[in-house]
């Protein structure tokens, strides 16, 4: 057993800890396999009412898979980063499926698969350090883990918005956009687990130690979001962003013009086609999807230039819009057959 992951019981509960504090509790496949394993043990048990995830350390709950490791790996062309999603899709799932509570508590750094393993559970606690963001299209990705069912289920268009543009949102407007449920400051942290060891349903516990989460930057700019980003194409959007005169359309139509025009593309396709999905279609339209990822250019080159080389100056391929065909985006979403991901 992997001592990246932690199992303890407190009472009633169930309580996992990323505990990889120094690489920001990023995931690997033993980590995921292992927390699949915990929660399919803990399900069958009656003595176990909650589960609670939490992250090591103060920076981070998780900043997502090991990047690096998938980066080396896919370029040696090896199984170990598909492997690895599949992996990682499978918990998604199981967290999805859970038949208890499950209840996340998210601080500082919550990015890609730290999302996949909180988003999908019944509470996700958020106090006033973290920072969210599903990042992956500034290199070379989509925002995957469930980020096909989850965010086309926010607000209006927010999680098209935060698809595309990989906006870092803060607590206020993690609780305002669905990602988080409730409030609770950090220093309430350790009190609120022992409330919950009794066995008590979470949402009374909740009701007396979540606060107000006021001044969401999302419900101030919300006409703006839900006005350009409901459009059907990625171009039709910029193309709204500039008819907006606003310091805030000016800013997203600059970000935009920085992620992988690929990546956008197959990114908004994919939370169209994922509001109409149920979750365990979106996780195989995503394995799909990661699975012509690695099989191509702009992760490689994303991750080159933000992480390897850090020269921030990724050279996309194509490196337009007008260059991503609909054929080419098309192929994302052509079944796999027998390599389809397994759920069961």
């Not at 962003?241 to 805030?248: Q, R, T, V």
């Not at 191509?296 to 391929?317: C, L, M, S, T």
Request: negative net charge; proline residues 4%.
């Amino acid at each position: 057993m992997t001592e990246d992951v932690l199992f303890a019981r407190r009472g009633t509960l169930g309580l996992i800890t990323l505990n990889r504090p120094k690489a920001l509790n990023a995931l690997s496949q033993d980590m995921c396999a292992a927390i699949r394993m915990q929660l399919g043990e803990w399900a069958r048990e009656d003595a176990i009412k909650t589960v609670i995830i939490r992250g090591a350390g103060d920076r981070a709950f998780c900043a997502g898979g090991d990047i690096r490791m998938l980066y080396d790996a896919g370029r040696a062309r090896s199984t170990e980063a598909l492997d690895f999603y599949r992996s990682e899709y499978r918990l998604n799932a199981v967290i999805k499926h859970f038949p208890k509570p499950y209840i996340a508590l998210l601080h500082g750094i919550v990015m890609g698969g730290g999302v996949g393993v909180s988003v999908h559970g019944s509470h996700r606690i958020v106090n006033e350090t973290v920072t969210f963001a599903m990042p992956e299209t500034g290199i070379g990705l989509f925002p995957d883990v469930g980020g096909s069912y989850f965010l086309p289920r926010c607000p209006g268009e927010i999680g098209m918005y935060l698809a595309l543009t990989g906006e870092r949102l803060k607590f206020a407007d993690c609780v305002y956009a669905g990602v988080g449920t409730h409030f609770v400051p950090a220093a309430a942290s350790e009190e609120l687990i022992s409330a919950l060891e009794s066995g008590t349903e979470p949402d009374l516990v909740l009701h007396s130690f979540a606060q107000p989460a006021r001044d969401a930057s999302l419900e101030k700019y919300r006409s703006n979001i839900d006005g350009a980003f409901s459009r059907d194409s990625v171009e039709a959007i910029v193309r709204a962003l500039e008819d907006d005169d606003s310091e805030w359309a000016r800013a997203a139509t600059s970000t935009l013009g920085k992620k992988s025009p690929t990546s956008l593309k197959i990114t908004c396709r994919q939370m169209r086609e994922g509001r109409h999905l149920s979750f365990d279609d979106c996780m195989r339209m995503e394995f799909r999807m990661v699975d012509r990822v690695m099989a191509g250019h702009d992760f490689y080159e994303g991750v080159r230039a933000a992480i390897v080389e850090k020269d921030n100056a990724p050279k996309w391929q194509p490196p337009t819009l007008a260059e991503v065909s609909n054929a080419e985006v098309n192929s994302y979403f052509t079944p796999l057959g027998e390599a389809e991901l397994a759920l069961d």
